[in-house]
């Protein structure tokens, strides 16, 4: 009950704190996300239609990152971004950019594997029809995106989903600085190590909410778009 | 698609971030709430933005060698002097010292409040057979931990799961993990007076000298690491260490107690 309230007080003060790392959140994840998509789409669906020796291989290997764990990812990201790493000249490791490279390594196997199913078996479908329609390329990559766009979400979202939550890659890599790279799940980390459990868990509240707003946002578009469609 | 790359770019581009620093610190003077009490009154004096990752001392160290950081501020002396005698620091100044202590349940099964010292208290943990709540990971206050038990020639590994128990974690979530198991636990005292979680958990030991808990700062050498920025890492230290910055730590309270007190000379 005190979480509940807790949260509650947090979100109706308007809480600044808390509105700049829910909003960092949001933003890293978001711009994560879309470099993710558009870096998984045309990769899944070219996976999914196109035959070539060793693409099973690649297909088992995306399924297989799909469960790589987070402070994995931020380990090597933080290794390539370090100052003494390949790519420390850019100046990159602690900056909100870092989380984004992380977030983009972690969930863009999840969108592409997932996209790859769901592509495939669309595929499966469309394929003589396509053949005897002479459909190919470009028009049959926009088609199939097209036709899947409601699974495809579906997707994206478990990949917003695993950005947003994920605590493990970005407090190495952003090193849960204040007012610079604290997000909502290391904001969680920070209160639950400082023992102040009704907090921690009131920031989880928070998250969970915004978690379903995104998603309700979404399913509601779905409705809609179905409905205008048959309108 | 154009929006799209553009977003990104922006998103990736450094930030340019002139007069900040980075300090690689622990985390029992982040949770203490020192520097949110004590880095506005630094930024006021010296312009110098700081941004603090709050690690074990040992990962503080090995970022640092790794030039993550423009300032080290810990609290493992003689790793800190090593640091610095490899070059990897342009020096190394005492800056402010509080003292470690053995929490523990209220009921105290081992008896702990009855030792001599604190070597004592250790044994008789050892002795009633209760659980101890290690940090594990190499932190300043592991370190410590470690070099008592040495002195105590008690072979702790040998317990390792049963009674012994190493969390790996920070400080905090030690004291979570040892609060939650009536184990005992060695903290600074810092971290145990702002710790929000403790039970019925109290300090059943402490005052012993060798408890001391000395914290250094140290400016990571730009000769090794040019990315240093130097000019703010000269004025963070400077004013840390000077006549204000001295009286602001010593200043800082938590329930009407002093954390840390300053040492610099």
Not at chain 1, 103 to 124: D, F, S
Not at chain 2, 16 to 23: N, Q
Request: some cysteine; overall charge neutral.
């Amino acid at each position: 009950m005190d979480v509940l309230a807790e949260a509650f007080r947090l979100i109706i003060t308007l809480d600044e704190d808390l509105f700049e790392i829910l909003w960092l959140s949001i933003r890293v994840s978001l711009i994560a996300l879309v470099i993710s998509v558009t870096l998984s789409l045309p990769l899944g669906t070219y996976l999914a239609i196109t035959q070539f020796p060793g693409r099973k291989f690649c297909i088992l290997l995306l399924n297989a990152l799909m469960g790589m764990p987070p402070v994995v990812v931020g380990l090597m990201v933080y290794m390539l971004l370090s100052r003494s790493g390949p790519l420390g000249f850019l100046g990159l490791l602690y900056t909100p950019s870092a989380m984004i490279i992380a977030q983009v390594v972690l969930i863009t196997p999840i969108i592409t594997a997932l996209a790859i199913q769901v592509i495939e078996n669309l595929h499966q479908e469309y394929r003589d029809t396509f053949c005897s329609m002479g459909v190919t390329g470009r028009r049959a990559v926009a088609a199939y995106l097209v036709d899947a766009r409601y699974a495809l979400t579906t997707c994206i979202l478990a990949g917003f989903g695993r950005a947003i939550a994920e605590v493990g890659a970005v407090i190495i890599v952003g090193g849960n600085i204040d007012h610079l790279t604290r997000v909502m799940t290391t904001a969680i980390a920070l209160e639950t190590s400082k023992g102040n459990l009704t907090l921690a868990l009131s920031l989880g509240t928070v998250l969970l909410a915004l978690s379903l707003l995104v998603n309700a946002l979404v399913i509601g578009v779905r409705e809609y778009a179905g409905k205008r469609q048959y309108a | 698609m154009k929006h799209l790359i553009i977003i990104a770019a922006l998103a990736l581009s450094a930030h340019s971030l002139a007069d900040s620093i980075i300090v690689q610190s622990t985390t029992s003077t982040k949770n203490s709430g020192l520097y949110d009490y004590l880095l506005p009154i630094l930024t006021k004096a010296t312009g110098v933005q700081v941004h603090v990752v709050a690690v074990g001392t040992g990962q503080a160290i090995k970022n640092a060698m790794r030039c993550d950081g423009d300032v080290l501020l810990v609290h493992a002396k003689s790793a800190e002097e090593k640091f610095v005698a490899a070059g990897f620091g342009e020096y190394r100044r005492d800056l402010m010292y509080n003292d470690f202590v053995i929490v523990g349940p209220q009921a105290d099964p081992a008896r702990v409040a009855d030792a001599s010292d604190a070597i004592d208290a250790l044994r008789r943990i050892t002795q009633a057979g209760a659980k101890f709540a290690s940090r594990g990971d190499d932190s300043g206050t592991h370190k410590k931990e470690r070099a008592l038990w040495r002195e105590a020639a008690i072979n702790p590994d040998s317990g390792s799961g049963q009674w012994y128990l190493e969390t790996g974690s920070g400080m905090g979530a030690t004291l979570n993990t040892g609060v939650s198991l009536s184990a005992y636990v060695l903290t600074d005292r810092a971290s145990w007076i702002t710790f929000a979680n403790k039970q019925d958990a109290v300090i059943v030991f402490e005052g012993d000298p060798t408890l001391f808990n000395q914290y250094g700062v140290i400016p990571v050498s730009a000769d090794k690491c040019p990315n240093v920025n130097r000019e703010a890492t000269q004025a963070f230290t400077q004013w840390l260490l000077s006549a204000s910055g001295q009286a602001a730590i010593g200043a800082y309270q938590v329930d009407g107690k002093q954390l840390f007190f300053p040492n610099a000379h």
